[in-house]
């Protein structure tokens, strides 16, 4: 069964260090997300992505944080300047709706990459 | 804004027994609810998905039924077994997308030990 791959699974950086978390989702889904979860916290929504461009983001995704998918495959997200509040574990999510008139099929989780800030 | 909370947040059961996990949501105003499961440090799995027109849903020994009106879903596990020790994962979609503040809304899970 396809699935959600991130890479990498862990990453520890620098406070202030820019970090790129990686994605393929399913090939053929159209939306595309980042959630985030820190330690002993619910799953939160970071942003989602269609057609090439953000169609809706939370509060917690400010000017730091971009997504970009540089080719067909690739999902990434970008945190430009890390803070130690950072430290979470990050998960991508891919999702086809059958139809437009069918929008009952489940979001897809990666297995997540777990990001520690120092 | 949609809220969701499961109950109990952590339970401890021997082997062998039946057992049922509870999620609640404010709003009923629902597309589809979600189970989840996620085994420590890990990913999430989806265990099964109800749309809001149906009751229940059936894989293997898992059932979970969807009161909409009521905001409540509940996740039956027959004959439980060691390895479905995990925390499960209630999550309910808001709008069509799956994403944004109304999207998918997470409840803080339910922590299972199953003792051997």
């Known amino acids: 069964e396809p699935e959600v791959t991130q890479t990498p699974s862990h990453q520890v950086t620098q406070m202030g260090q820019e970090v790129i978390l990686r994605c393929v989702p399913i090939?053929?889904?159209?939306?595309f997300y980042w959630y985030r979860q820190i330690l002993g916290q619910k799953v939160e929504f970071l942003v989602s992505?269609?057609?090439?461009?953000?169609?809706?983001k939370s509060e917690i995704f400010d000017d730091q944080f971009s997504v970009e998918r540089p080719d067909g495959s690739n999902f990434t997200l970008k945190i430009r300047s890390t803070k130690l509040e950072d430290s979470a574990m990050y998960f991508c999510?891919?999702?086809?709706?059958?139809?437009?008139?069918?929008?009952?099929?489940?979001?897809?989780f990666g297995n997540g990459t777990r990001l520690t800030v120092t | 804004k949609q809220e969701v909370t499961q109950i109990p947040a952590a339970l401890s059961v021997p082997e062998g027994e039946n057992l049922v996990l509870n999620c609640s949501f404010t709003d009923s105003a629902i597309y589809n609810l979600q189970w989840f499961r996620q085994d420590p440090g890990k990913g999430l799995t989806s265990l099964l998905l109800?749309?809001?027109s149906q009751r229940e849903q059936t894989s293997g020994r898992l059932n979970a039924s969807l009161d909409k009106s009521s905001g409540r879903s509940t996740l039956y596990i027959a004959a439980s077994q060691p390895g479905d020790s995990a925390t499960y994962l209630c999550a309910v979609r808001s709008s069509m997308w799956g994403g944004g503040a109304d999207g998918l809304t997470f409840g803080k899970g339910t922590h299972l030990i199953i003792q051997p």
């Open positions: 999510a891919s999702y086809l709706p059958g139809s437009l008139l069918n929008y009952n099929s489940p979001l897809h």
């Open positions: 109800i749309q809001s």
């Open positions: 992505f269609y057609n090439n461009e953000i169609s809706e």
């Open positions: 090939s053929n889904h159209l939306y």
